[in-house]
């Protein structure tokens, strides 16, 4: 068999047929290292790529340590300043995965520069400044979105399907918690970037509450209240470089009714000080046919309840393993069972994205754009501003 009919049958396409898309990354820590994964992976995993990231530049403000990361992740070269990198015409998307207080100048910049820009959540420190940020993209046209992978985790993915179309019937709530430990003050942190309101807007809200929120309108719809409580429990922190204390002025934990416009209500709730917990987030939806609830530390699995399930005498919440090739992203990876990771949710996201800007497709509403990154920030803002005055805040946009 000829390589051509190989290929042809195959339904693949020649290296030739794929456009290559050339990758700016800032920054090169926690985010850096997913994201320059992903770009790896996508050509073999997500195959036929529908654009082949060229991982052209990374960027840092500290020389040796971004230099590493350009021999670790292979990146064709490095920078230690955004704005030499956005003279580089390579590169045609800004990934910018650095601390909310560096998301809206440099987005800004680059979206003005034409590059499609993929933004870590969350988007801003708050609302107003993602604002700004989402006014940009839409008067430039360039493709955006904003990190929210957990939309991307197939379980998550499964779990829209079956409310869109219907399954549920009518949504009554919905139950979100995101619990991690690591700020407790048996870790002994200093007043670390997280902790620092200049630096990140806000504390768990934005870490962890973002996600949690955005997911409660990719699952459910839009948000039109929310009444919440905040709390800072440790409130004086060491100063990282060692010359003193400040005070924490971010929230150490929030939980929130809300009222979604659909008539559905909810409480989200997360916390950085829930000792146990590593990464515990759960999502519970009620609907009137039946019930859903997914653990992130169970990221490939589904606890569903039906009303009408049959036989009555075995009716309860059963477990689903998200891993059968016709559940959401499964036939890229493995045979049923073979299990996939937190990682893998953003070589979906950003496999998304690249498929978007190749063929000229919608981000929305399977991916964030900048336009929900921007909502969830309101939102946010919105909860402190519950939590400050003890009453419903209405969300306006
Ligand atoms: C916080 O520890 C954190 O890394 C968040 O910033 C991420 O968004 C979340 O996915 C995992 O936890």
Redesign the pocket.
């Known amino acids: 068999m000829g390589e051509q009919s190989f290929t042809a049958m195959a339904g693949a396409k020649a290296e030739g047929e794929v456009p290559h898309l050339g990758i700016g990354m800032l920054g090169y820590a ?1 985010m850096g290292k997913a994201h320059s994964n992903a770009f790896t992976k996508i050509p073999y995993i997500m195959y036929p790529p529908p654009a082949i990231p060229d991982l052209v530049a990374i960027c840092g403000r500290n020389q040796e340590a971004v230099a590493e990361a350009a021999r670790r992740y292979g990146y064709q070269r490095y920078y230690t300043d955004w704005r030499e990198m956005l003279k580089d015409d390579d590169i045609q998307i800004f990934d910018n995965g650095t601390p909310p207080d560096m998301h809206a100048e440099p987005s800004i910049a680059f979206a003005r520069a034409g590059k499609h820009i993929l933004c870590e ?1 969350p988007m801003a420190r708050n609302g107003e400044e993602a604002g700004r940020m989402r006014d940009e993209v839409e008067k430039t046209g360039v493709k955006n979105m904003i990190g929210f ?1 957990y939309r991307f985790v197939p379980a998550i993915r499964q779990m829209r399907e079956l409310i869109q179309s219907g399954a549920l019937g009518r949504i009554y709530h919905y139950r979100a918690i995101y619990l ?1 430990e ?1 700020v407790m003050p048996h870790y002994n942190l200093p007043l670390i970037w997280r902790l620092d309101k200049e630096v990140a807007g806000n504390g768990v809200l934005g ?2 509450g973002a ?1 949690i929120i955005d997911l409660g309108r990719y699952l459910v719809g839009e948000i039109g209240s929310v009444a919440a409580t905040t709390r800072t429990f440790v409130t004086e922190r060491d100063l990282p470089d060692g010359s003193g204390k400040a005070k924490v002025e971010v929230d150490d934990a929030f939980a929130t009714v809300v009222e979604f416009e659909n008539g559905a209500i909810g409480t989200i709730e997360a916390t950085r000080f829930g000792a146990g917990r590593k ?1 515990h987030q759960v999502l519970e939806v009620n609907g009137e046919k039946g019930s859903i609830c997914f653990d992130l530390e169970r990221l490939n699995e589904l606890q569903v309840f039906w009303v009408d399930d049959e036989p009555k005498e075995t009716q309860g919440f059963h477990n689903v393993l998200v891993t059968e090739g016709y559940h959401p992203w499964i036939e890229n990876w493995w045979p049923h069972g073979h299990i996939i990771g937190w990682e893998h949710s953003f070589v979906h996201e950003i496999t998304h994205f690249l498929d978007c800007i190749a063929n000229d497709k919608d981000v929305a509403p399977l991916g964030a754009t900048f336009e929900d990154g921007y909502r969830t920030a309101v939102i946010c803002d919105a909860i402190l501003e519950s939590a400050a005055a003890r009453k419903h805040i209405d969300i306006k946009y």
């Open positions: 926690f959540k992978n991690q690591w870490c962890l996600h990464n």
